[in-house]
Nanobody, 121 residues
């Protein structure tokens, strides 16, 4: 099963960092296309970052230079390191995986339940 599970959300102040992790319930995510998405209150879900099956990486312009997506190959998980967090980063963050070579936006095959990130002073 490629059912993803997110962890690592929480509440931080502006400028601080958080690290989100995505794991599959019973298999490794190594070489699996994995994306991070977020949905802020009252807004549509948007793509944040994606790592394809060949490790090609893409970021939303709003997080480029602040967020880093990577694989923890030893543990078979995908990490989203979020630095210099801003209040506008507040959202529920979802991990999604797909059997295709790259992310497909809202058409990703499997979705996690999400983890809340709150950035507030």
């Amino acid at each position: 099963q490629l059912q993803p599970v997110e962890s690592g959300g929480g509440s931080v102040q502006p400028g601080e960092s958080l690290r989100l992790s995505c794991a599959a319930s019973d298999r490794t995510l190594n070489y699996v296309t994995t994306g991070w998405f977020r949905q802020a209150p009252g807004k549509e879900r948007e793509s944040v970052a994606c790592i394809g099956s060949r490790d090609q990486i893409d970021y939303a312009e709003s997080v480029r230079g602040r967020f880093t997506i990577s694989r923890d190959s030893a543990n078979g998980t995908v990490i989203l390191q979020m630095n210099s967090l801003k209040p506008e980063d507040t959202a529920v963050y979802y991990c999604a995986v797909d059997t295709w070579v790259t992310c497909k936006g809202d058409d990703m095959d499997y979705w996690g339940r999400g983890t809340l990130v709150t950035v507030s002073s």
